[in-house]
């Protein structure tokens, strides 16, 4: 099978007709008016209209129709994918067979179809009437043929940003902010807190303890009350190995806290795997004493010991309203005492202990938020 476009069938039937010039013989035994051209046509819906194929049929052929040889077809149509038609056109005569494939739209193919028919039945009777000045069928108008328009390929859409993170687990609490809802909205809450405690320059030599406060959250501020006991260090005097005492710190702290980031204050309670970082400023108001040994009458003395004290506090949202939190600050003693032993030869007095001018802190807790 062959398929043609419409403009080439055009040309096509136009050179049978100026090659073929003859006459076909009639057919005998066939009465006199009896048309010898059969063809079914096999519409689709929206071009279905056999009046077309039959109107330009008689135009083309007139009389001619009922003279020659018998003429069997069988024209398709069919809808195609851009709604246009396609045409399928099979003819047979005299045991010779043709078929032909054409697009277009409907009214053209039953034209070209009738046309078809036409040449194959009796070119000269086609050639004749064009001759005598017959209306022809208007030429087939082809489609208008759409400009390049070169398009330059999409630039790539920018990677979604990410929110900055510690770790793939880790993020700050800014990946979970407090809803717009919820910011005109006073948040206040309550946060218990306990863990140990690590300290350096307030009793001699490095040393733990134990911390456990409570406090209130409003907003992103936090005021706190917490009681703080520093333990487990001794020293000895360096003339009386065997002389010294043991120191021990019991301050409360007062300090109020600021959550830095996310600004906020971030949701309350924490996200699990939330990150949140305060700055706090507060007091320390207690006692330092110790207890002397290695000496013929040890005495036990206490000094008052107020410090101001700055902090920075790393939060971590582990499960519901339970959460860690590592405390890091320094405390500024404002009246550093010297503690001393009495004994040694002439009753003099031994130097055991003196405060630095600064005193590091340094906490692992639990914090319970509601």
């Known amino acids: ?56 049929l008689a135009r083309l052929l007139g009389d001619a129709a009922t003279r020659g040889t018998r003429l069997d077809g069988r024209a398709r149509i069919d809808r195609t994918a851009d709604d246009g038609f396609r045409l399928r056109l099979a003819l047979e005569q005299a045991g010779s067979k043709s078929e032909r494939t054409l697009d277009g739209d409907c009214v053209t193919l039953l034209q070209t179809a009738a046309l078809l028919v036409a040449i194959t039945h009796d070119p000269s009777a086609v050639v004749e009437r064009r001759a005598t000045g017959a209306p022809e069928a208007p030429a087939p108008t082809p489609p208008p043929v759409q400009p390049f328009v070169p398009v330059a390929p999409a630039a790539p859409a ?29 948040i206040l809450g309550f946060v218990a807190r306990a863990g140990p405690l690590f300290g350096v320059g307030d009793l001699p030599g490095p040393h733990a303890g134990v911390a456990v406060g409570a406090g209130l959250r409003i907003d ?8 703080e006991i520093g333990a487990g260090s001794s020293q000895t005097v360096d003339a009386r190995p065997d002389a010294g005492a043991d120191f021990l710190r019991l301050a409360g702290v007062l300090r109020g806290c600021r959550v830095l980031v996310p600004l906020d204050g971030g949701a309350w309670p924490r996200k699990t795997l939330d990150l949140d970082l305060s700055g706090c400023v507060g007091l320390e108001l207690g006692t330092l004493s110790g207890e002397g040994f290695g000496v013929d009458a040890p005495e036990r003395g206490s000094a008052f010991w107020a410090a101001p004290r700055v902090d920075l506090r790393v939060g971590l949202g582990v499960v519901g309203p339970l959460g860690i939190a590592a405390d890091v600050g320094v405390a500024v ?38």
């Open 158 to 186: 920018p990677p979604p940003a990410l929110p900055p993170s510690l770790s793939p687990g880790l993020r700050w609490a800014w990946a979970t902010r407090v809803p717009p809802a919820d910011r005109d909205r006073s």
């Open 1 to 56: 099978m062959r398929r043609l476009s419409l403009g080439c069938s055009w040309l096509c039937a136009t050179a049978v007709l100026l090659v073929t010039g003859r006459a076909t013989a009639l057919e005998p035994g066939v009465a006199d008016g009896e048309r010898l051209i059969t063809v079914v046509i096999e519409g689709t819906q929206g071009c279905d209209d056999r009046v077309v194929f039959d109107a330009e």
């Open 220 to 227: 992103a501020y936090r005021v706190e009350g917490a009681f």
């Open 333 to 370: 003693p404002l009246d550093p005492r010297r503690y001393v032993l009495r004994g040694g030869t002439n009753d003099e007095l031994l130097v055991v202990h003196e405060p630095s001018v600064v005193a590091g802190r340094a906490g692992l807790l639990v914090e319970l938020e509601l």
